[in-house]
T-cell receptor
Framework: DAGVIQSPRHEVTEMGQEVTLRCKPISGHDYLFWYRQTMMRGLELLIYFNNNVPIDDSGMPEDRFSAKMPNASFSTLKIQPSEPRDSAVYFC????????FGQGTRLTVV | EDQVTQSPEALRLQEGESSSLNCSYTVSGLRGLFWYRQDPGKGPEFLFTLYSAGEEKEKERLKATLTKKESFLHITAPKPEDSATYLCAVGDSGGSNYKLTFGKGTLLTVNP
């Protein structure tokens, strides 16, 4: 298995633009997580899904953030409109018995 | 609110110089303490899970231990390839098992 695959690896966008981050989890994993990592706050859980259903989105910072999981092999995290303070590394992870993380998407909003 | 504090923030060792990293935590009920390793530009990689005080886990040069207030990651005779950021996280029995609270990590550098 190729592991958790995230795209793009890097994204630079202007403030106010819509940003969509993508994740393909490991086949057979029934949990999917979205995390955000910054120097100031470390690694924070934004939302997680179980069998494609959102279970806990209390970590989503604002209504500008939304996440979907239309099927077991794909999830998106969307920020609309983006702001400079959204700049961070966003990780997707999937799990059956233990969590595996993707390589992350480094988002820069200018 | 769950809290995880890791110390030191950064640690430099010479190859072969053993040391320990600390993870202090506050949770209403511990439902697992997790150690991860993170290399630059990569996602965290799972190392260990500890569930109860007194438990120990080992993997190569690493050994993790757990008390009721803290966990230690002991590194014995480290090598340069052990250089990474080590993250500690806790799961709270009062909340979701998967809503892990992470510390900010310890950046370990092992010089040859």
């Amino acid at each position: 298995d190729a592991g958790v695959i995230q795209s793009p690896r890097h994204e630079v966008t202007e403030m106010g633009q819509e940003v969509t981050l993508r994740c393909k989890p490991i086949s057979g994993h029934d949990y999917l997580f979205w995390y955000r990592q910054t120097m100031m706050r470390g690694l924070e859980l934004l939302i997680y899904f179980n069998n494609n259903v959102p279970i806990d989105d209390s970590g989503m910072p604002e209504d500008r953030f939304s996440a979907k999981m239309p099927n077991a092999s794909f999830s998106t995290l969307k920020i609309q409109p983006s702001e400079p303070r959204d700049s961070a590394v966003y990780f997707c992870a999937s799990r059956r018995t233990k969590a595996f993380f993707g390589q992350g998407t480094r988002l820069t909003v200018v | 609110e769950d809290q995880v504090t890791q110390s030191p923030e950064a640690l430099r060792l010479q190859e072969g110089e053993s040391s320990s990293l600390n993870c202090s935590y506050t949770v209403s009920g511990l439902r697992g303490l997790f150690w991860y390793r993170q290399d630059p530009g990569k996602g965290p990689e799972f190392l260990f899970t500890l569930y109860s005080a007194g438990e120990e886990k080992e993997k190569e040069r690493l050994k993790a231990t757990l008390t009721k207030k803290e966990s230690f990651l002991h590194i014995t005779a480290p090598k340069p390839e052990d250089s990474a950021t080590y993250l500690c996280a806790v799961g709270d029995s009062g909340g979701s098992n998967y809503k892990l609270t992470f510390g900010k990590g310890t950046l370990l550098t092992v010089n040859p």
